[in-house]
């Protein structure tokens, strides 16, 4: 079935360790996003990709990294997770090579605690 | 500034009762679109409508409409006869001329009673 893969879906980790959420898309959308739900704020960007190849911050970036070396793939990585970084993320991706935000599709989320 | 405000956090209806959510947007662009988006309790981000900014027309989808006013930068959404499977939080978003990023809101929690 198209769509977006995450992994891992859960994880429980220490602070100060390094980690990396993973995004995989088979739809051959152009932008890719990564956002974190927290209770009461909502979503919230961390970080977009419009090609591969590029990269922008979003609303909330400090304490995360992400790559696009390919169309496919828009891994984000904390350097060294803080416990406020305890929140389920969500990569989306879009079609907007016609000129219009296409709309975003969603992966399943992968809930993250920061101990 | 909050690009865009759900004022209600929450709202609790019986079920058949109508329901609207209210959704205020803001940006500075002539051209943009407006989201809607339905997330059940089982986690998952589902997609509901896209509306640009050029029209103002009102949809209608089976039980939803959205009711898309310039004039006061809103765009609200009604479920009629509301039923317990649209128990929800329910997420309306702006993508502004750049297309580079969509911005949410912090949702709507709709509970539905039997």
């Known amino acids: 079935i198209a769509g977006i893969t995450q992994a891992p879906t859960s994880q429980i980790l220490a602070a100060g360790r390094r980690m990396t959420l993973r995004c995989t898309q088979d739809?051959?959308?152009?932008?890719m996003y990564w956002y974190r739900q927290d209770l009461g704020l909502g979503l919230r960007l961390i970080h977009y990709?419009?090609?591969?190849?590029?990269?922008g911050k979003g609303e909330v970036p400090d304490g995360y990294s992400v790559s696009r070396a390919n169309t496919d793939d828009f891994p984000l990585t904390l350097a060294s997770a803080v416990p406020s970084q305890t929140s389920v993320y969500f990569c989306?991706?879009?079609?907007?090579?016609?000129?219009?935000?296409?709309?975003?599709?969603f992966g399943e989320g992968s809930r993250l605690t920061v101990l | 500034a909050q690009k865009v405000t759900q004022a209600q956090t929450e709202i609790s209806v019986v079920e058949k009762e109508d329901v609207t959510l209210d959704c205020v947007y803001e940006?500075?662009?002539?051209?943009?679109?407006l989201f809607w988006y339905k997330q059940p309790p089982s986690g998952e981000l589902v997609f509901l409508i896209r509306?640009?900014?050029?029209?103002?027309q009102n949809e209608i989808s089976g039980r939803y409409s959205w009711n898309f006013q310039k004039s006061t930068s809103s765009f609200n959404f009604t479920i009629t006869a509301s039923q317990v499977v649209d128990s929800a939080v329910y997420f309306c978003?702006?993508?502004?001329?750049?297309?580079?990023?969509?911005?949410f809101g912090s949702g709507t929690k709709l509970n539905v009673k039997p």
């Open positions: 990709s419009n090609t591969a190849g590029t990269t």
């Open positions: 739809m051959r959308h152009n932008a």
């Open positions: 978003a702006l993508s502004e001329a750049n297309f580079n990023k969509f911005y």
């Open positions: 509306r640009n900014s050029f029209d103002e």
């Open positions: 989306a991706s879009s079609d907007s090579s016609g000129g219009a935000p296409g709309e975003l599709f």
């Open positions: 940006t500075r662009d002539t051209t943009y679109y």
